[in-house]
Antibody, heavy 113, light 113 residues
Framework: EVQLVETGGGLNQPGESLRLSCAAS????????MSWVRQAPGKGLEWVSV???????FYADSVKGRFTISRDNSKNTLYLQMNSLRAEDTAVYYC???????WGQGTLVTVSS | DVVMTQSPLSLPVTLGQPASISCRSS???????????LNWFHQRPGQSPRRLLY???NRDSGVPDRFSGSGSGTDFTLKISRVEAEDVGVYYC??????????FGQGTKLEIK
């Protein structure tokens, strides 16, 4: 059974940094393209970033230059390093694999002073 | 970026009756490889999204056959042949042809009358 478990969310002030993790089991993070998708409170889904099996990475314009996606193949874990956090980054962050075939339960990031 | 437009945004349906959601893209979703990367997701209240259909009409494992997808080019439809209580929630279409970025529709909220 595939499981994706996100951790690392919490309450942060604007300008601070945070790293989210997505631990996978039953699914190989390194051989699939993995994405982060977020959902602001009461809003729809917004794609944030992707890392391909070959290592190429891409970002939404709204996070480019502030967020970094990466993975640790030995830990079968996906990461999202979030710097210079803004209030508009407040959302539940989901990791997703296999083109959206698998989703984690999400982790809430709140940015507020 | 490709804009995905869903209609209706709110869909009250009587149990046992059919339901239909439209999704239109701002440009053709036919990929250079000949595939059309249009997915449908369902998100129940308080839960993570779940993919129902990929590449327009292919049902994911475990998805009931009352869900079907159709369309081509820029116009796509999700149909539920007979709505059941567990079908409530928000439905999203998402294009993966012209990505990054992947883009989602605004969501259609299905409720039982």
């Amino acid at each position: 059974e595939v499981q994706l478990v996100e951790t690392g969310g919490g309450l942060n002030q604007p300008g601070e940094s945070l790293r989210l993790s997505c631990a996978a089991s039953g699914f190989n993070v390194s051989s699939n393209y993995m994405s982060w998708v977020r959902q602001a409170p009461g809003k729809g889904l917004e794609w944030v970033s992707v890392i391909y099996s070959g290592g190429d990475t891409f970002y939404a314009d709204s996070v480019k230059g502030r967020f970094t996606i990466s993975r640790d193949n030995s830990k079968n874990t996906l990461y999202l390093q979030m710097n210079s956090l803004r209030a508009e980054d407040t959302a539940v962050y989901y990791c997703a694999g296999d083109g959206g075939g698998y989703w984690g339960q999400g982790t809430l990031v709140t940015v507020s002073s | 970026d490709v804009v995905m437009t869903q209609s209706p945004l709110s869909l009250p349906v009587t149990l046992g009756q059919p339901a239909s959601i439209s999704c239109r893209s701002s440009q053709s979703l036919v990929h250079n490889d000949g595939n059309t990367y249009l997915n449908w997701f369902h998100q129940r209240p308080g839960q993570s999204p779940r993919r129902l259909l990929y590449k327009v009409s292919n049902r994911d494992s475990g998805v009931p056959d009352r869900f079907s997808g159709s369309g081509s080019g820029t116009d796509f439809t999700l149909k539920i042949s007979r709505v059941e209580a567990e079908d409530v929630g928000v439905y999203y279409c998402m294009q993966g042809t012209h990505w990054p970025p992947a883009t989602f529709g605004q969501g259609t909220k299905l409720e039982i009358k």
